[in-house]
């Protein structure tokens, strides 16, 4: 006759069990961490845990030399895992902020070429697969500050001043403070029309930034030396002043 070989039973990990039937909720409290380029002290984090969502219902920590609040919904367990963004950064050093957030892409503006202080405000939908951000499903709105702010080998300017004033130092560029409004849909980032005060060169900028092709931005600069302003406290004269003289417009 068969002897029946009785079967094992098939573990089931307990946690994995509970995290599939039930919602988990935690206060985190972390003093130190690093994930990626991304590091921060004195973390606090109030969230939830689902099957198909990871919710971060408050999350405060100090980085980068400044502090950042965040609220954030990840999906998980699908291909692509859509997710919702809004940050709030007061007084951040932008370029280690940038370099924490891997530029957000960006091949132009990157944590090489700005420095300065950054306060800014971001409400973002996307998608991700496998820690990966999809370019064009990037959407949503950010406006931002920045102080102190310095351009280092800024390619996209310093090509054109070596051209058009080879006597002004583009290599290093102070600038005042700047601000400004984006709107992004499907990955085309559009800046709304800001000024570009800088120790060399005054600009206005408005137009589309394509992280996937599709960049149309209109620039005039001013040619007007800024040297000439330094001496006069009022503002309303350097303002009146700005447009003064010959202006280029360029398409990038």
């Known amino acids: 006759s068969k002897t029946k070989i009785p079967t094992k039973k098939k573990k089931t990990n307990i946690f994995d069990k509970?995290?599939?039937?039930?919602?988990?909720?935690?206060?985190?409290?972390?003093?130190?961490f690093k994930h990626k380029k991304f590091t921060g002290k004195n973390l606090i984090a109030n969230m939830e845990l689902t099957s198909k969502q990871i919710k971060l219902k408050e999350l405060f920590v100090n980085s980068c030399n400044g502090t950042l609040k965040v609220f954030a919904e990840i999906d998980h367990g699908k291909v692509d895992n859509s997710?919702?963004?809004?940050?709030?950064?007061?007084?951040?050093?932008?370029?280690?902020?940038?370099?924490?957030?891997?530029?957000f892409?960006?091949?132009?503006?990157?944590?090489?070429?700005?420095?300065?202080?950054?306060?800014l405000q971001a409400n973002i939908t996307g998608k991700e697969h496998n820690?990966?951000?999809?370019?064009?499903?990037?959407?949503?709105?950010?406006?931002?500050?920045?102080?102190?702010g310095a351009f280092i080998d800024f390619k996209p300017i310093e090509n054109v001043g070596k051209h058009?004033?080879?006597?002004?130092?583009?290599?290093?560029?102070?600038?005042?403070?700047?601000?400004?409004?984006?709107?992004?849909?499907n990955?085309?980032?559009?800046?709304?029309?800001?000024?570009?005060n800088t120790s060399v060169i005054k600009m206005d900028v408005e137009g589309d930034y394509g992280?996937?092709?599709?960049?149309?931005?209109?620039?005039d600069v001013h040619l007007r030396n800024p040297d000439k302003d330094k001496k006069d406290i009022s503002k309303t004269v350097v303002?009146?002043?700005?447009?003064?003289g010959v202006s280029i417009h360029l398409q990038v």
């Open 18 to 32: 509970l995290i599939n039937t039930q919602k988990l909720s935690a206060k985190v409290k972390i003093y130190q």
């Open 83 to 103: 997710f919702q963004l809004k940050v709030n950064a007061s007084k951040v050093d932008v370029q280690k902020f940038l370099y924490a957030f891997d530029n």
């Open 105 to 119: 892409k960006s091949k132009s503006i990157t944590n090489n070429s700005i420095r300065g202080q950054l306060s």
């Open 131 to 148: 820690g990966t951000i999809k370019n064009k499903a990037l959407n949503g709105t950010f406006n931002f500050q920045l102080t102190n």
């Open 164 to 185: 058009v004033f080879p006597k002004r130092d583009f290599k290093n560029i102070s600038i005042d403070q700047l601000k400004g409004d984006v709107t992004i849909k």
């Open 187 to 196: 990955g085309l980032f559009t800046v709304a029309p800001m000024q570009i």
């Open 211 to 219: 992280m996937n092709g599709g960049t149309e931005l209109n620039i």
């Open 239 to 244: 303002a009146e002043n700005r447009k003064k």
